[in-house]
């Protein structure tokens, strides 16, 4: 049986491939069990796919999946842990960021009773003051909202369990935080502190607009807190209107001179209503949206291409692959680790 996949999503990553093989390929020959690579063509327009196919003709280790199109980060995550056959699955980001020589690291934990072992990165340096001031104050109102406690500072570099992974893969929803989702199923957790490097080659793929979509997903997809700011807004302003009308009253009896009425109060009590109902109404939309998503029951990726994964061919007609059968978990690994 297989014992370790590592899945990595590939978005435009021509530029990595050859090294990232390479530096992969150096830390699977040290290790003394069989594995396999998993890599997800998240729709790339560069030659990333063509530079998967020429890898899986030259080593059978190297399985791929091509989406159709692109469908991002998560649900190329999503797709990998459908796919992946290891025991232990570790997932880690193409560029190289997440060294791939801590690999040995994680297995040391995972072999030691944990079923999921992050990676968490102790410092960014490298990395822009915005994105080390947004990343920061992101985490810490997440763990602050969030129903489960979603370590800060870690990214989706972990290795998981085979029972964690049949769990996640068995979760039917669409919005797939992976991070979130890994710390909601529990079990036994650590952490190993690491040193995160700079970008390897190619541009950095995560734009802010996609940053910000998962850091909205992620609170949205575990916290329920926004919901409750609606009503909080609604109690404030309900308070502030009581004390301005208490203020009118009082000028209106003991100070009629009073420069601070009619049109004035008018607006800024108009703006500010408006302000909290549009408030408002755009977070239930963000609930609406994420319900309406889930209720279509769309799959979650369309596949153009599978390379490798022996008995799986006919996951190509059905996109969302069979959830195993020991989802249930019996067993959480084989008896020899
Ligand atoms: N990625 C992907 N689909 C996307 C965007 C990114 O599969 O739509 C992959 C990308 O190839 C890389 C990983 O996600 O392997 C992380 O992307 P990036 O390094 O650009 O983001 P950051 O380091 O800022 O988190
Ligand atoms: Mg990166």
Redesign the pocket.
């Known amino acids: 049986m297989l014992r370790y996949s590592i899945v ?4 435009n ?1 021509e530029a990595i491939i050859p090294e990232l093989y390479r530096r992969l390929h150096s830390v699977i020959a040290l290790l003394d069990e069989t594995a396999e690579l998993v890599f997800i063509d ?1 729709g790339s327009h560069d030659r990333s796919l063509s530079l998967l196919r020429h890898l899986h003709e030259r080593d059978p280790q190297v399985c791929y999946l091509s989406f159709a199109r ?1 469908f ?2 998560q649900v ?1 995550v999503t797709a990998g842990l459908n796919f992946a056959r290891g025991q232990a699955v570790i997932v880690m ?3 190289l ?1 997440d060294p791939p020589e801590l690999i040995p690291d994680l297995i040391q934990k995972w072999r030691q009773g944990y079923q999921v072992v992050y990676a968490q990165r102790t410092q960014r340096q490298r990395e822009s003051w915005f994105k080390r001031f947004t990343a920061y104050w992101f985490y810490r109102t997440l763990r602050r909202l969030a129903d489960v406690d979603i370590p800060t500072d870690t ?1 989706d570099f972990c290795l998981m369990d085979r029972r964690v992974v049949d769990l996640l893969n068995a979760m039917p929803e669409r919005n797939r935080y992976i991070r979130g989702l890994r710390a909601w199923v529990g079990f036994r957790q650590t952490a190993i502190p690491f040193d995160r490097a700079p ?1 390897y080659a190619g541009s ?3 734009t802010f607009g ?1 940053s910000l979509a998962l850091a909205i997903n992620s609170l949205v997809g575990f916290s329920k807190v926004p919901l409750r700011l609606s009503t909080y807004l609604g109690l404030v302003s309900a308070a502030i209107s009581l004390l301005m009308g208490l203020l009118v009253l009082y000028w209106r009896l003991f100070a009629p001179n009073s420069p601070l009425t009619g049109y004035t109060i008018i607006t800024v009590v108009v703006f500010f209503l408006g302000a909290v109902q549009l408030i408002s109404i755009g977070i239930l939309g963000e609930y609406i949206g994420r319900i309406y998503e889930e209720i279509k029951g769309r799959p979650l990726y369309t596949l153009s291409e599978i390379g490798g994964f022996q008995n799986s061919k006919d996951s190509l007609r059905t996109p969302q692959p069979q959830i195993r059968e020991s989802v249930r978990g019996e067993s959480i690994r084989d008896s020899d680790g």
């Open positions: 990595v999503p590939i978005y990553e998240d692109n991002g980060h190329a980001d193409a560029d960021q990214g970008r950095v793929k995560y996609k």
